[in-house]
């Protein structure tokens, strides 16, 4: 900020600004100056505007270089009526076919929010040049109109990668990410030779691949980075970290981690600590963070995350209080409401329903959707009735769309016998038109992605997988498996009792596995929702008598089956 600091002395009062000098190059500087100033966003825009209006005032002619640093100030929907000032000025001086200023008022517009407008400068330009065409792609993805922004992609008559990334990042900032990897391979397939993916492009397929679980997908990913020769930098290095660990693969992660060596930054560092947590490896967490302090580096809010994330999932209740209170009182760290959800979670989970109430009633903010999810499924998972139709009433409050909050509700209803209060839920999902959020489960056989939903029978080899499932299921009696159809206090499933259990995606995803891979191949599973009590053992059962390893990520945490055993020792 030493230009900054400078160019702001030009505006001193004791400045002559009239001063012979002082020309458009001089006026533009100081325009960018004040546009590009970091430490006040905030009122860049008004200062870069008034040193526009100013520069005006002494008879100054703006020119080409004026307007776009100019317009990049204006970046809220508070600043639409400068931009649409400025734009007018535009025009007025016959700058409009500039394609330079004609990509910052698409920018421009869409970071006011403004759409309608973008297209309007867009459609107006009779042949807009690649950097044009990428700003209107960028300016739909980033109000999360995906499919407008792909339409526009596909009329393209030319891409480069900033295009590509741009896309590929969209599908994965709306949740796409079967999108965003075939779209990359798409990229690969048509673009072999013009055009090389970035480090941007490569950290979006990894946390992609992290998303959907896709190791053999991720794997490739990595192997693709080293032999295109790109720098092993801390940003693909902590993406790959993320996506090895999110993928279920630890010892990758921690490779991954060890190779970066001395480039590791706080992002790196608690990106390991967030897996070695998620992986339920508590003690290898702290140790982590220890060493982490040893070489000079200081947490931050991101690092708390993942270690008291690691307290939750091993049930360290004093370590996770007093981690909690190092963070605000050693660090000067001021808990954010993810930290607070742990901490409920935390309590929750060990039990301790009421202190869990408690810091729900007494955080600084209003508590949202995850911290009252945790309030509920530890609630569910202790079988105390009342808070878990507390948290239900104020999960639906939040979102009013939540069909598995309903679900629950009127289960819980059932449960206590208050039939005219599960009628009344009912009637509500229907008046709403709400539908059940089905469960769904991913696995990757061979480099591609299957995916099942409860009950599904549209996979093209469903006759094998439920002839496969069945045998599995007889194998298992006779070893002394028992459904859990039966009614077990509060163990609500978000599914449903009255779908078969035997059909949750889960089982359907294992035995699809068993059909197509040899004996001793682990099996990886991504799982949207919490996986239900009766999977859980069905699971724990498979990896004994069929000597496998099965991994599953539901929507808390990793369970990794061996010998009958799951790694979250039946706490989840
Ligand atoms: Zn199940
Ligand atoms: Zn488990």
């Not at 760290?333 to 009421?354: E, S």
């Not at 080899?461 to 194998?475: D, G, N, V, W």
């Not at 599953?552 to 990794?560: A, G, L, M, S, T």
Request: with cysteine; proline share 4%.
């Amino acid at each position: 900020m030493r230009v900054y600091a400078k160019l702001v002395s030009l505006t001193h009062p004791s400045f002559h600004l009239s001063h012979p000098t002082v020309d458009s190059f001089t006026w533009n500087t100081l325009i960018r100056a004040h546009a590009q100033s970091e430490d006040r966003p905030a009122i860049s825009a008004v200062s870069s505007l008034s040193v526009y209006m100013r520069m005006r005032c002494h008879g100054v002619e703006p020119d080409f270089h004026t307007f776009p640093f100019l317009l990049q100030s204006f970046d809220s929907p508070s600043h639409l009526h400068f931009g649409r000032q400025v734009h007018a000025h535009i025009l007025c001086l016959g700058l409009v076919s500039d394609p330079f200023i004609q990509t910052s008022l698409i920018c421009m517009y869409s970071s006011c929010g403004d759409s309608n407008y973008a297209h309007q400068v867009f459609d107006e330009i009779p042949n807009p040049d690649l950097p044009t065409w990428n700003s209107i792609i960028a300016s739909n993805v980033k109000i999360g109109l995906i499919s407008t922004a792909r339409q526009i992609f596909d009329r393209m008559p030319q891409r480069n990668v900033i295009s590509w990334s741009c896309m590929i990042n969209g599908y994965m900032r709306c949740g796409k990410y079967r999108e965003a990897l075939s779209l990359f391979r798409e990229m690969q397939s048509l673009e072999l030779d013009t055009v090389r993916p970035n480090e941007f492009t490569m950290s979006s397929v990894l946390s992609a691949c992290g998303r959907l679980g896709a190791l053999e997908h991720g794997k490739w990913a990595h192997t693709y980075i080293d032999k295109c020769g790109m720098e092993m930098n801390v940003v693909l290095g902590t993406s790959l970290i993320d996506m090895y660990a999110k993928c279920g693969s630890i010892e990758k992660a921690r490779s991954v981690f060890d190779n970066l060596g001395p480039k590791k930054d706080v992002m790196a560092w608690s990106a390991m600590i967030s897996g070695l947590a998620m992986h339920g490896l508590g003690e290898e967490c702290f140790a982590i963070f220890s060493r982490m302090q040893d070489q000079g580096i200081r947490p931050n809010a991101v690092t708390f995350l993942g270690i008291l994330c690691a307290c939750v999932h091993g049930g360290l209740v004093s370590e996770g209080k007093a981690y909690f209170k190092r963070m605000s009182e050693e660090f000067g760290i001021t808990p954010l409401i993810q930290h607070y959800g742990c901490i409920v979670d935390l309590y929750g989970r060990a039990g301790l329903i009421d202190e869990a109430l408690n810091v729900v009633k007494s955080m600084p903010m209003k508590p949202d959707v995850p911290v009252w999810g945790a309030l509920l499924s530890s609630s569910r998972m202790h079988g105390s009735i009342k808070t878990c139709e507390l948290s239900l009433k104020q999960l639906i409050k939040l979102e009013p769309s939540n069909s598995g909050a309903y679900v629950l509700l009127s289960n819980v209803y059932a449960k206590m016998g208050r039939w005219e209060d599960v009628r009344y839920v009912r009637d509500q999902m229907e008046a709403k038109g709400i539908k059940k959020l089905p469960g769904c489960s991913l696995v990757e056989v061979g480099g591609i992605l299957h995916e099942f939903l409860v009950g599904d029978e549209s996979h093209p080899e469903a006759r094998e997988i439920y002839l496969m499932l069945e045998e599995m299921m007889k194998r298992l009696k006779m070893e002394g498996y028992v459904g859990k159809t039966g009614e077990v206090l509060l163990d609500l499933d978000e599914e449903g009792r009255e779908l078969a259990l035997s059909f949750h995606s889960e089982k359907l995803a294992v035995a699809f596995a068993f059909l197509k891979t040899s004996p001793g191949t682990p099996i990886r599973i991504v799982k949207n929702l919490r996986i239900c009590s009766d999977c859980h053992d069905f699971i724990k059962m498979v990896s004994r008598i069929f000597d496998r390893e099965v991994i599953i990520r539901d929507c808390n945490r990793f369970h990794y089956f061996t010998h009958g055993l799951c790694s979250c020792k039946d706490y989840w």
